[in-house]
């Protein structure tokens, strides 16, 4: 049982108790006997923290984190990098690698807040550079680098030959959707409306209802039964829709040719001949306005959730006391309709630890009764019905005796005197096990020594 450690292993006593001295102390005495590892690194970073102590906290996290990155632990990271990110405040050395996690892992909605947050909280400061620098080292991929420092810098009035590279790149790579969506931000140069309209001559035009499409094919009727006037108008008055409404030149040209099968003096026909091999050339412009609201979608459209995988974190954050960041996932999880039952313990435990005991007693089904009965009686504890709390522990007892450290809480329940064991005998056992061990060296004939997890047991 997996999570039976954090109530059998004497450093979790102490963390409990708030009794931080012992658990650093018995923390660095492990690391200095050889326990270095990431998980002892950033649990002396939470002592530390809890005990006001936020530079040695910071030091030790990022002696975990030099850790973690040695043994390519990569998801071992994310908790690392949480807690720093709560020292440290937003920064690029911190976000960079957490949205890389999030994206690669398939961590949909952690990814999106984090760089949602961060972006808006750059753009707020005015942070042009750093914002800059912080998109090109999120993203490794060119098109959705150039795209989203498109966005970024839109907000300064900036980005358009980032958002033409990005239309360039998604058009090579065959990804006709993305480059679509991103040409929508920028508008043609413009067509001289005005002049159209004087040469073309129809009163009211712009405020005729019908599609161009509509006009072209009532013109074609008109023309198949030889109502050569009224066809016209109407040809004339597509081209303008053409031109207006949907920039297609082409099409209008099209339909110049069948203006000139009609075969009728108009001095309109050669006028807006002239006009169309002589359209105005203006700029092209960027629609900066509309951007917000695609970035959001864009945004949530990159990263693929993966549930496996958010599992795993939120098992990983259940463990490195990040009990809030646990219950989202699990909650998102409950939400989705996801069977979570290999993980149920660590979600009970996070809800333990957060003081959400009424959320405790309301969870069922869950096929390791004995673990949801313990939360249960935790929980009846909690919230001051005793007598419920110890029939439940006493049934957990006659089954599984050696259940967590069940023996000693029916003892404090019936208000029995638990015999500390002082310090000094503590020590005196420690003195012991290092003699022992140092004999064993000695003999040639080494052990091997109780874990971290295993050497530290209540003593009644």
Do not use: W
Request: charged share 40%; glycine share 6%; with cysteine.
């Amino acid at each position: 049982m997996e999570i039976e450690m954090f109530f059998k292993n004497k450093i979790y006593e102490f963390i409990r108790e708030r009794d931080f001295e012992k658990a650093e102390a018995l923390l660095k005495r492990e690391i200095e006997e050889g326990g270095e590892n990431t998980y002892l690194y950033q649990l002396l970073g939470d002592v530390n923290f809890e005990m006001g102590k936020d530079e040695e906290a910071l030091l030790n996290y990022k002696k975990a984190l030099e850790i973690a990155k040695s043994k390519d632990e990569e998801i071992e990271i994310l908790p690392i990098l949480i807690k720093m990110k709560k020292l440290e405040g937003e920064t690029n050395l911190v976000n960079i690698p957490l949205c890389k996690i999030f994206m690669k892992y398939g961590l949909k909605e952690d990814f999106k807040n984090t760089f949602l947050n961060y972006f808006k909280g750059l753009l707020n400061s005015g942070k042009k550079e750093e914002g800059k620098k912080f998109i090109e080292g999120v993203f490794e991929d060119e098109n959705l680098k150039n795209e989203f420092l498109f966005y970024f810098l839109s907000n300064f009035k900036e980005g358009e030959e980032n958002l033409k590279k990005a239309i360039s790149g998604y058009e090579n790579k065959g990804d006709v959707e993305s480059a679509k969506i991103l040409k929508g931000f920028i508008k043609e140069g413009g067509i001289d409306v005005v002049a159209l309209k004087n040469i073309i001559k129809i009163e009211g035009i712009e405020e005729r209802k019908l599609e161009p499409e509509g006009t072209l094919e009532l013109a074609e009727l008109l023309d198949s039964i030889g109502s050569k006037e009224e066809a016209l108008n109407e040809y004339l008055s597509s081209i303008y829709g053409f031109c207006v409404e949907r920039n297609d030149i082409n099409k209008c040209k099209e339909i110049l040719e069948k203006i000139k099968k009609l075969e009728i003096y108009d001095e309109r026909i050669e006028k807006i001949e002239n006009f169309l091999e002589n359209l105005p050339k203006s700029e092209s412009e960027i629609k900066y306005e509309e951007v917000h609201s695609v970035f959001e979608k864009r945004l949530d459209e990159i990263v693929s959730e993966n549930i496996e995988n958010l599992k795993k974190v939120a098992k990983i954050f259940s463990s490195s006391f990040l009990h809030n960041e646990a219950i989202k996932i699990f909650e998102n999880l409950i939400e989705k309709g996801i069977n979570f039952n290999e993980i149920m313990e660590y979600y009970l435990y996070s809800l333990y630890e957060i003081g959400e005991y009424e959320k405790i007693l309301e969870v069922e089904n869950y096929d390791k009764k004995e673990i949801l009965d313990y939360f249960k009686a935790l929980s009846y504890e909690k919230l001051g019905e005793k007598e419920s709390a110890l029939e439940i522990l006493n049934e957990i007892y006659e089954k599984f005796p050696d259940f967590m450290d069940i023996e000693e809480r029916i003892r404090k329940l019936k208000g029995e005197e638990i015999l500390k064991v002082k310090e000094e005998v503590i020590e005196e056992i420690e003195v012991l096990e290092e003699k022992e061990f140092v004999k064993e060296i000695k003999e040639g004939v080494p052990k091997k020594r109780k874990g971290i997890h295993e050497r530290f047991i209540i003593i009644y």
